[in-house]
């Protein structure tokens, strides 16, 4: 698909967000686009607008006004935006992305501004998914789509086509943190009903008021969007967001093998957490081999996280049965064995046999499981509020001098623990990741830097390097390189080090991100265009990443 070539004027000009530069429009530009007269007389220059937009940001007290400010800036120029929001970058994530879409996606319906240039599928129109994405696209080259059905978006579940929130967050932060042009993004939210009865009898919900369609229509259809999606644009790489547990693994290993796809969800939580593991790791000087993990909640964040740190021993040359023994995995019926009925497939590779367990040994609870494995890094991804309690942590430590924990359920509310008390219950020897963002931690004179276990730290720089690589699918060695990118930047020698760098370099390490992940589709032969060429070099890979990368500015 190529871009419109005919000039917009007038209000079709303003109307058009990627487009419109508002009051930064130059006299000429004035008369030529029929500008005259429907704009205050004053040109500003970008910097002016960003200062006058944060000025008025800054004097709203409530994050939801914030945010819904914001909203209106985005469908209304999307420059102005990105220039804001990567200018205030640390300060504006958690109102853009998380926790704050959280509350987005639940009040959706009702704070619906403009459609944000998103397509909405409607799993009972299966003939409408060419024309929905060509109307949506509007004639613009699109290599990136961030897709969700919204069923289990992470903390809060199932919100249907109000999910829509979190697409258009995800493609946000690919274009604030590596540059992703915005021009070339789309959102999609596929409708294929809700389980949340609330949703379906609220006569304002914009979704449609049907139980979720589930099963081969279900699959028919997820099918033929990616077909579709495929055979429009034919440099795609799609992102899969927030499927449901029953879904999203299949759907991924259907589509691997053929496109460029990425499951946040199971990939983006597993390398960033394996990033911040093995920045723990350089912290303490321990070796990833010697390790027991937990995982506390066996969902598909978990379970994905397991498989990337599996994948990991894999790589630095267990057997597979070895690699296995250092995992254990609870979720609310405890340790998960191998004679329970109602294991997922992600599950059943990692559940352990009764016989390692002596007779009237516990394993029905966290406390329990942690006193019968003694395990050294624990993960939370259960949405269980506090279930990390004192207790739990103090046990740990005593088989553990410096143990690994993230917990990393959000929002705020539904976390496992809080930082503060980690490290206080340790004695500041916990190295600590939250999926939230937290403020450093004072004890005993040292300030502890939290790192945050954001999948927003990797997507993006992977994002970046499979788009100008023009990788023709996402291998495994790609995947591991954005995590030890990441995991490598960590400064072991500094006191109170966060395990994971701060959000407010992500520029700069998304960069480097897309480097390594570029050199691994070169290797994996997997890249295409001038990077699929034999000299192509180091050099020419950091040049290609920064031509690549979009920047706020009126062209």
């Known amino acids: ?61 409530d994050l939801r006004e914030k945010r819904h400010y914001l909203m209106n800036i985005f469908s209304r120029n999307r420059t102005l935006f990105f220039a804001v929001f990567s200018k205030h970058l640390k300060e504006l994530m958690p109102i853009v992305y998380d926790p704050g879409v959280a509350d987005s996606v639940k009040n959706y319906s009702n704070y619906l501004i403009t459609p944000q240039n998103a397509a909405f599928l ?105 077909e579709t999606a495929e055979s429009l644009f034919p440099h795609l790489y799609l992102h899969f967001e927030d499927f449901g547990r029953d879904n999203a693994a299949n759907l991924l290993e259907k589509y691997k093998h053929k496109y460029a796809v990425f499951n946040d969800d199971i990939e983006g939580t597993g390398i960033v957490t394996l990033a911040g593991i093995l920045g723990g790791l350089n912290i303490s000087g321990e070796k990833l081999q010697d390790q027991k993990y937990m995982c506390f909640g066996a969902g598909t964040a978990g379970c994905g996280i397991v498989k990337r740190i599996y994948t990991e021993l894999l790589d630095q040359g267990m057997s597979e049965q070895e690699a296995k023994s250092h995992f254990y995995l609870v979720d609310k019926q405890g340790i998960l064995f191998d004679d329970m009925d109602d294991l997922t497939l992600e599950q059943r590779p990692f559940a352990r046999k009764r016989s390692e367990f002596g007779d009237g040994v516990e394993t029905r609870t966290l406390l329990d499981a942690i006193k019968a494995v003694h395990p050294t890094i624990l993960v939370g991804t259960s949405t269980v509020p506090g279930a990390f309690t004192k207790e739990v942590v103090e046990e740990m430590h005593k088989f553990a001098k410096h143990p690994i924990i993230f917990p990393l359920s959000n929002p705020t509310e539904l976390a496992e623990a809080k930082a503060k008390d980690l490290i206080e219950w340790t004695n500041g020897m916990a190295l600590v990741a939250t999926g939230i963002p937290t403020e450093p931690v004072l004890y005993n004179g040292t300030y502890y830097e939290i790192g945050q276990a954001n999948n927003a730290l990797v997507y993006p720089g992977l994002g970046l390097g499979v788009m100008t690589s023009e990788a023709k699918l996402v291998t495994e060695t790609m995947i591991s390189s954005a995590a030890h990118a990441i995991g490598g930047l960590v400064d072991p020698t500094e006191k109170g080090a966060a395990v994971l760098p701060p959000i407010q370099e992500i520029v700069s390490f998304s960069k480097k991100i897309a480097e390594a992940v570029c050199k691994e589709a070169i290797i994996d032969k997997v890249a295409q265009g001038d990077m699929a060429r034999e000299d192509f070099s180091d050099e020419d890979i950091k040049k290609a990443i920064a031509d690549n990368m979009w920047q706020a500015e009126y062209k």
Not at 3 to 26: M, R, S
Not at 186 to 206: C, F, H, K, M, Q
């Open 122 to 226: 409607r799993i009972d129109q299966k003939e409408q998914i060419k024309y929905t994405l060509v109307n949506a696209a509007r004639g613009r080259d699109i290599e990136l789509i961030v897709v969700t059905d919204s069923e289990a978006i992470l903390g809060i579940g199932d919100w249907g086509t109000n999910g829509v929130s979190i697409a258009v967050g995800k493609l946000m932060v690919y274009t604030a943190a590596a540059g992703i042009d915005p021009k070339k993004v789309l959102p999609v939210v596929i409708d294929a009903g809700t389980s949340r009865e609330s949703l379906i009898n609220d006569p304002l919900y914009l979704g449609l008021h049907q139980k979720r369609v589930k099963g081969q229509e279900y699959y028919d259809f997820v099918d033929q969007f990616v």
């Open 1 to 61: 698909m190529m871009l419109e070539t005919q000039e917009k004027t007038g209000y079709d000009l303003l109307n058009d967000p990627f487009l419109n530069k508002g009051t930064a429009f130059t006299k000429e530009e004035r008369e030529k686009y029929g500008l005259i007269g429907i704009l205050p007389p004053v040109v500003q220059s970008l910097d002016q607008q960003v200062q006058q937009v944060y000025l008025n940001l800054s004097q709203k007290d």
